[in-house]
């Protein structure tokens, strides 16, 4: 069983980093659950928006596709507990060193991010 819930997170995960990477948001929404709220910072900056709101945004920015970026997010690490799982990304794109913090849950045996929390932490050279 916990393989098979590995392995579900992970698509999951395949499908918000598709989704974001290349602007694809029917896909990125399939990752989510409806009532999803993003909380984060960028550079000190409190961000909070619900998914209708951060889908839209990423409908209306050049993705990191488009604007000829190399894919290189990561899955960092995934925490299982019964239904419920904690997920750290490295989500590097658009000029932003991002880290996510996404909380999935099982509905209805479909995994889907309930949460998402999120920072840049901009990296020294």
Known sequence: MFEQNSQDIQGVIENYFHGIFYGDTVKLAS??????????????????????????????????????????MQLIGIELLGNNAMVKLHVPMLGFNYYDLLSLTKINGKWLIVNKLFTNIPVVR
Do not use: M
């Open 31 to 72: 990752a989510f659950h409806p009532d999803c709220v993003l909380y984060g910072d960028i550079n000190g900056e409190p961000y909070v928006k619900t998914l209708t709101a951060y889908l839209q945004g990423v409908k209306n920015r050049k993705s990191p596709s488009d604007l000829g970026e190399t894919f290189s």
